[in-house]
C-alpha cells in the first residue's frame, strides 16, 4: 500500500515530466527510499520487529486483560525516553499520571491468588460432578466419544506422547509474560521517539520525505530481521513442511486487513 501510494505522489508530483516513463517513475521511487541518510530508518524498524515478536511471547503466557492492562506500560517508556532523547519537560499532573498509570498496571498484574491453593471438599466435589455424570449407557458412550475427540494423533502410543500434551496443555509463565511485555514496551517506546527525533532532525532531506516514503523505509528494513529470525530460523522447518499461510483462517486474515 505504501508503496503503491508512494509512487503515485511521485507520478502526480508537480516536478515530474509529462515524458518520463514507468521506469523513470521506479527509479525515483527508488532513489527517495534509499537517498541520503534513510539507513537511520533501519534502528526504528528492527526495534518494532523485534518489540511485535516478543509480544507474541508475552500474549502465549498472559491471559488478555493483563496483556491489555500492562501493555500500557509503553506510555511510561515513550514519556521517559521523550525526556532522555528530545529533553522534552512534563509538567506534574503529567508525571502524577504517569505514577497512577505504573500503579494501575502493577494492581492489574499481581497473580490473583498468590500463594493460596483452593481445595475442594468432598461435598463440594460430588456437587460439581453429580449433574454432568451419565446417567444411562448412552450418555456414557458420549462422554467417551468426546473424550476420544480430543485426543492427539499418537496419544495412543508411548511415542510422541509428552511432545502431544505440551501442544494440548501449553505451560503457562506469569513471569515470563510480564517480562517479555515489558522488554515489547521498552522498543516499542524507544522505537517511537527515535523515529520521532531521525524525521525532526534539521540537517538532510529526510524531513522532506513523505510519509508514504517513510513507511517503505521502514517496512523494507523490517523485513530482513522478520525474514531471518521469524520465518526462516523459528519457523522454517514447518513452514517447509505445511506452507506459508498454513492456518491463516478468516480469523487471522481479519486481523491482517
Known sequence: ISLTLALYEIMTSPQASQSATITDMFQELAGAVFAGDSWKMAIPAMLYTMQNSVQYIAAGNLDAATFQVTSQLKILTTAVFSVLLLNRVLDTRKW?????????????????????????????????????????????????????GQLAKRSATYAGIDEDYATQNPRVQAGVGLFALVVACV??????????????????????????????????????????????????????????????NSVVWTAVV
Do not use: C
Request: charged share 15%; no cysteine; hydrophobic share 50%.
Open 96 to 148: 502524577l499520571s504517569l505514577v497512577l498509570l505504573m500503579v494501575g498496571v502493577a494492581v492489574a498484574s499481581y497473580p490473583v491468588g498468590f500463594g493460596h491453593e483452593t481445595v475442594l471438599t468432598l461435598n463440594e466435589l460430588k456437587e460439581t460432578l453429580a449433574p454432568h455424570a451419565p446417567r444411562n449407557i448412552w450418555d456414557l458412550k458420549a462422554l467417551g466419544n468426546a473424550a476420544a
Open 187 to 248: 522498543m516499542s517506546g524507544l522505537a517511537g521517539v527515535y523515529f520521532e527525533k531521525i524525521l525532526k532532525e534539521p540537517k538532510g532531506n529526510m524531513r522532506k520525505t513523505s510519509v508514504w516514503v517513510r513507511n517503505v523505509q521502514l517496512s523494507f528494513y523490517s523485513l530482513w530481521p522478520a525474514l531471518f529470525i521469524g520465518v526462516i530460523f523459528n519457523d522454517g522447518e514447518h513452514i517447509a513442511k505445511e506452507g506459508f499461510f498454513a492456518g491463516y
